[in-house]
């Protein structure tokens, strides 16, 4: 990958860590490497069996949001939840649906 990153519809492309990618290696099965919208952009290799597609299934979203017991990490993934929303949106060219976001208001 390169080490600058890439631009997609405009909308600039994370490149994980080098340290990341040699992490691959690691694992006898296929992992799939995905980038948390939490703070810090921690970037993670996971099994098939842990993912779960974001923004297909409302009931499946509103579900992981209210998943956790403590309401700071309950705040923490919600916040999560919309950066990657948006993220993907930007990157897609969608409306978001999120509130506090006009109908027409294009992403930047």
């Known amino acids: 990958m390169p080490k ?10 994370p490149v994980p860590p080098d340290e990341v990618l040699a992490l691959a290696n690691n694992y006898p099965s296929p992992m799939y490497l995905v980038l948390f919208f939490d703070n810090k952009r921690t970037w993670q290799w996971l099994p098939r ?6 923004g297909v299934d409302s009931t499946l979203d509103k579900a992981k949001l ?5 309401p700071a990490e309950r705040k923490a993934v919600k916040k999560a939840y919309e950066k990657a929303i948006l993220h993907r ?8 649906g999120l509130s506090g976001e006009s109908e027409n208001e294009e992403a930047t």
């Not at 069996?49 to 974001?54: A, G, I, S, V």
């Open 4 to 13: 600058t990153g890439y631009f997609h519809n405009g909308v600039p492309i």
């Open 49 to 54: 069996f842990k993912l779960e597609p974001l």
């Open 66 to 70: 209210v998943e956790s017991r403590k």
């Open 89 to 96: 949106c930007r990157v897609t060219g969608e409306n978001t």
